[in-house]
C-alpha cells in the first residue's frame, strides 16, 4: 500500500458518515506507564495525542520514543535543510508534548529520515529500555504496520518485537490510511479496530498541540518545495471526538459500541487559560534564530514589502525628538530601522542575538561611524550605560513573560531621565513565539515608572511610545503651548 500526499485524499465528511464507527467497541484503561512511538515528530500527536492526554491527566508515566527527527518531509525545499528542518521539528514537538503531558520524558533514537527499516533492532532496543528502567507494566503505542509509509512499517515492526521482550501491550494507529483508505473498504482490518473517546478538555489539548507543528500544517515560504505536508482536510481526520487503534487482542479490554455511548463526555464549551500557556513558554533560543537566518539576507522582507516600508514611516515619525544623543536598539536584525534611527542619532548601539543578521546591518551601516553593532544575548546579556532612546521593534514576543519583565527592568533603568521608550509589534498569532504582540504592549503599559504619549494600534501591528512622567507633549516641549 502505498499514498501520495499530494493528491486529494478520502474527505473526512465520508468517514464520518460511516456507520462502521457506531459499532467499533471502546478500548478501556487504565495505563500506568503509556511509552509511545513515534517514527517523526508529529506522528505521536496526530495518531495518539488524545490518548497520551487522558494516560497523563490520570496520573500514568509517558515516554515518547522519536525514531527520527523527520528532516526528510521536504526534501526539494529551497529554503531550509535536512538540520534545520531537524532542530524546528523537534522544538515543534517538545512545545506540542506540553500540551499533552508536560512530564512526559522524549528520547530521540536519531536515525535518518526514511532509513528506519535499516534499524529496526535500535528502536525496539530503545523501547525496551525505558520500559526497563521504569519497572513498570507497560502499552507501547506504535505506526500501524499497514499504514503505507516504509517508516510507518519499520517502526511497527519493531514496537512489535520489544511488546514481545516485555510481555507489553501492543496499539498501533494509523495516519495515512485516513489518506487512501475508504470506509467501505472491507479489506481492512475492521475487526482489530477500537476506539478511544476524547472528551473536550482532552480534544482542547490535541488542537494545542497540533498548532505547535508549524513546520508540517503550512508552508515554510511560498516557494515551490515548501508546501504543507498535512493540509487542512488531511488534518481534520484527527480533530475527531474520538481516535482509533488497531490492537492485538493481548490485554486490551474493550466495551461493547452502546455502553461505550454511554459513557462518552458531551462536547462541553472550553476556553484557553492564555496565561498559563504563557508562563510555560520560554525564551526562543540562539539555534531558532540561526536556523531563521540560514542561507536567507532578508527573510522578514525588511528590504522589499510595502508592509515594512510603511511601519518604519510610522516608527519614525512617532519619535517626539527630532534628534537623539544616545540610542538603543534590541533585536536590530538586517539594520534597515537602524539605518533610519542612525540618521537621528549622535550615536546608536543595535545588538541581536543571531551573527547572520548582524553581518548584513554591518555592511549596510559600514559607513556610519557612530553606530556600534553587537551580538548579545538579551536581556541576559544588557549594554552598559544610559540611552536617551530605547527602541524594542519586533522583539518583546521572542522572551518569556519572566524575561519580558527582566528586559524592561533594564530598558527602564538603562532610560536617561528625560528619555523615551518605543515598542513596536506584530498583532497576530505566531504559535511558535512565546508571547503576543498585545501581551507585550500589556505589560510595557502596566509599569508605573513609565506614562504612555502615543499609541497607534491597527490590524496588523501595535506602536506605542513611553516616557518618564510627566511625560510632555511634543508641542509643550518645544514651546508651542
Known sequence: MTFD???TGTLESEWADADRWQRLPRYAGPIEHLVVLAAHPDDETLGAGGLIENVARDGGHVTIVVATDGEGSHPASPTHTPWQLSRIRRREMRKAIDHLAPDAEIHHCEIADGQLRGHVDEVADCIVDVIEKAGSSATIVSPWSGDGHPDHRAASVAARAAAERTGSQLLEYPIWMWHWGRPDDDKLPWGDMVAIDLDSETRMAKSSALIEHVSQTAPLSDRAGDEAVIGVEMRSHFERPFEVFFADGKGHSPTSGSDAAAATTSAEAATTDTSSVDAASGTLDRDFFDDFYAGRDDPWGFET???EKRKRAVVLASLPREQYARTLEIGCST????????????????????????????ERLADSTHVELR???????????EFDLVVLSEVGYYWSRADLDTALDRAIGALSDDGTLVACHWRHPVMEYPLSGDDVHAAISARSELVGTVLHREEDFVLEVFRRPPGDSVARETGLL
Open 5 to 7: 500526499s499530494s493528491q
Open 335 to 362: 539594520g534597515k530601522l537602524t539605518e533610519a534611527l542612525a540618521a537621528r542619532s549622535a550615536s546608536l548601539l543595535g545588538v541581536d542575538i543571531a551573527a547572520a543578521p548582524l553581518r548584513v546591518a554591518g
Open 375 to 385: 551580538q548579545l544575548r538579551v536581556p541576559e546579556e544588557w549594554p552598559e550605560g
Open 305 to 307: 514589502r510595502w508592509y
